[in-house]
């Protein structure tokens, strides 16, 4: 029957998917905003019928693992940060466990030991710091900035010790951190930097996009942020060190790095001889690492192919929604701190941070909002060693957490995702105006 094959069966199926996402997904994205009723997200997918098209073309092609759309995707990425590798994995929070154990891979030449520190923020996301407990490492928290809600750059020197070989920085909410000061520190005191980009998708300090400093730096594609995929992650690796490490410790801690459905990608599949394993052990099946399994399915890789199309796009937004937020709250800053942000910084917000100021209740703020259905998160976890689960992890304090604390108090965010209709800003912003008058 004519039109009766695979591709144009395909291409009927795309239609009808695009008609699909018209019809059920579209009209509920416009529905009309109703102020205290219609919830605002701090944020969401964003999304049209080309994440939906790509979803089912992938089920199609039922490769299932990671395919043409992962490779793809992690070609776009490589362009993006100009980096050398960039290795997709199941979550964020999968990326940081990667990059930390790969600096304490026995193939890292200079490996981190067991005892070994690594400076990083108190106010911070868990799996941030788990990954360095996990690995036998030792936090040394430093204290945090009320404004940029970064790592205070002035104070990472002094938490230097003699076991302090690394700094594990997030960009606190896409808010880039004083990349001068650090990597100064960095290069003087022989110590790696590794970024948590997983807020900071597409900002940038002097130019240069964060996630290009350090050694790595992990991204998450969880629907809070700029892009995603569901679940997903990345780690950009721009340190030739850590190329083969970082993709080994992703895939079982193999020392072979064929692709799915390849063989023999080295031609030495037979003829190596590795540790204590007889002359010729299969490739396949050797294991130079302590790894895991952190490989992403193709069907995420398709979705995550149509958001990057729409990346550029999305900062933007973020930006504008951001600066919306932000000229319309300065005649407020007597009750509340606006964010703030380095001058060669341009971040790319993940959110929008206030802290108030003494004598404006914070708890009565937030209830104010999320009464009227607009959404708040705190920063995080906090002072991530008030949280019960930290709150016995061997760790060093440098110098004390006072702004930690604080910010644990008194700050929270709204959201600046690309999904805010002016509308719903205009409802923020009076609801704010309305408690802080
Ligand atoms: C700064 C930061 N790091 C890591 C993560 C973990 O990412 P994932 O949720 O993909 O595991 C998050 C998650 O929101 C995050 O905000």
């Known amino acids: 029957m004519k039109g009766n094959n695979p591709e144009s069966i395909k291409r009927d199926i795309f239609k009808k998917a695009k008609l699909y996402y018209q019809l059920a997904h579209e009209i509920k994205q416009k529905e009309d905003f109703t102020p205290g009723v219609s919830k605002i997200n701090y944020a969401g997918r964003v999304y049209d019928h080309r994440e939906i098209i790509n979803l089912i073309d992938s089920a199609f092609d039922f490769w299932l693992t990671a395919g043409r759309y992962a490779k793809e995707f992690e070609k776009k990425m490589c362009r993006f940060f100009k980096t050398k590798k960039f290795y997709l994995v199941n979550s964020g929070s999968s990326a940081n466990l990667v990059m930390v154990s790969a600096l304490a891979s026995s193939h890292f030449k ?46 990472i020197e002094d938490a230097i010790g003699p076991k302090t070989k690394a700094i594990f920085i997030p960009h606190t909410l896409g808010n880039p951190c004083n990349m001068d000061i650090i990597m100064d520190v960095a290069k003087r005191k022989s110590m790696i930097v590794i970024e948590d980009v997983c807020d900071a998708l597409g900002a940038s300090y002097d130019g240069k996009l964060a996630g290009t400093f350090g050694s790595m730096a992990s991204l998450s594609f969880f629907p809070a942020h700029h892009i995603t995929m569901g679940e997903g992650g990345g780690i950009a690796v721009n340190d030739q060190r850590f190329t083969k490490i970082a993709l080994s410790i992703r895939d079982w801690g193999r020392d072979c790095w064929c692709e799915p459905g390849k063989n023999d990608t080295c031609s030495q599949r037979f003829n190596g001889r590795f540790g204590n394993l007889p002359f010729g052990y299969d490739h396949k ?31 933007e937004s973020r930006r504008n929604n951001f600066n919306y937020y932000y000229e319309h709250l300065k005649p407020f800053q007597d009750k509340i701190v606006l964010p703030r942000w380095e001058k060669k910084a341009n971040p790319s917000w993940f959110g929008f941070p206030i802290t108030v100021k003494p004598g404006i209740n914070v708890h009565s703020l937030i209830k104010h909002l999320e009464e009227a259905k607009i959404e708040t998160r705190r920063i995080f976890a906090g002072n991530i060693l008030k949280q019960p689960g930290f709150m016995n992890v061997k760790h060093r304090i440098s110098g004390d957490l006072k702004i930690a604390d604080m910010i644990m108090e008194r700050t929270f965010f709204i959201g600046v995702y690309p999904g805010l209709t002016d509308k719903m800003k205009d409802f923020v912003l009076a609801r704010f105006k309305h408690f802080l008058k």
């Open 110 to 155: 200079n490996r981190l030991q067991p005892g070994d520190e690594i400076i990083t923020p108190s106010i911070t996301f868990p799996t941030t710091v788990t990954p360095i407990i996990q690995n036998q490492l030792v936090p040394v928290f430093v204290d945090c900035e009320i404004g940029t809600y970064n790592i205070d750059p002035n104070r």
């Open 285 to 315: 099946y050797v294991y130079s690492n302590l790894g895991y399994n952190f490989k992403i399915t193709e069907m995420q890789a398709a979705i995550g192919v149509a958001q990057f199309e729409k990346l550029n796009q999305f900062i």
